[in-house]
C-alpha cells in the first residue's frame, strides 16, 4: 500500500519547451532502461526474495522510481507544452512518440542502466533548467546502485551460508 504527496519528489520548473530534448528523454519514461521498467522490476522481484532486508531494499527503491517516473513525466510535460500537433509532427519526438521500442526485459537491476541514459541526457542537453532536475535523478540512481550493492552482499551471505553459492564455481571449469 502506498500514500502519495502531491508534489514531486525534486522540483521540475522549465521555463522554454524543446521539443528535441523531450524526444531524448522520454526514453527515461517507458523506453527499455527507464523509471516505469525500474520501478515495474524491483516491485515485482521482492516477492520471490527470501531475504527480508533485500525485500525492503527493492520495495524503497522500486517506490522512489515510481517517483522518478513522474518528475521525467512533469520534465517531458513542461518541454512539450503548448506544442500543436503541427509543431510535433515532423520533428524526432513524433516518430519515438508512435514507434515506441519494445527491449528486452533487463535481466541486471541495479539503476546502472538508468544512470547511463541519464548521462547521455546530459551530454545531449544545455539547458539548466532540465539539467538541475536530471543530475538530481542521475545521483538517485547512484544511490539505489550502492543500495543494490548491500543486497547483493546480503543475499550472497545468506547463500554461503547455506552451503549454496550465488556463482557455481563448477560451471566455470
Ligand atoms: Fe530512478
Known amino acids: 500500500m502506498w ?29 527499455p532502461d527507464g523509471e516505469l521498467a525500474a520501478s515495474m522490476r524491483y516491485l515485482n522481484q521482492r516477492y520471490s526474495m527470501p531475504y527480508g532486508e533485500v525485500t525492503g531494499i527493492l520495495t524503497d527503491v522500486g517506490t522512489e522510481e515510481l517517483a522518478h517516473l513522474e518528475m521525467v513525466g512533469a520534465i517531458l510535460y513542461q ?14 519526438f513524433a516518430t519515438y512518440f508512435v514507434d515506441h521500442t519494445v527491449g528486452v526485459y533487463p535481466v541486471s537491476a541495479s539503476g546502472q542502466k538508468a544512470r547511463v541514459t541519464y548521462d547521455n541526457i546530459i551530454r545531449l542537453c544545455d539547458d539548466p533548467d532540465v539539467l538541475d532536475p536530471i543530475r538530481y535523478l542521475r545521483e538517485r540512481e547512484i544511490v539505489h546502485y550502492q543500495r543494490f550493492g548491500d543486497a547483493l552482499r546480503i543475499a550472497t551471505d545468506h547463500m554461503n551460508e547455506k552451503n549454496f553459492y550465488a556463482i557455481n564455481p563448477s560451471y566455470d571449469q
Do not use: C, F, M, W
Request: hydrophobic residues 30%; positive net charge; without cysteine.
Open 3 to 31: 500514500t502519495y504527496d502531491r508534489k514531486l519528489q525534486y522540483p521540475v520548473k522549465i521555463k522554454t519547451p524543446n521539443h528535441n530534448l523531450a524526444s531524448i528523454i522520454i526514453s527515461q519514461l517507458g523506453g
Open 79 to 92: 518541454l512539450t507544452r503548448d506544442l500543436s500537433p503541427d509543431e510535433i509532427a515532423g520533428t524526432p
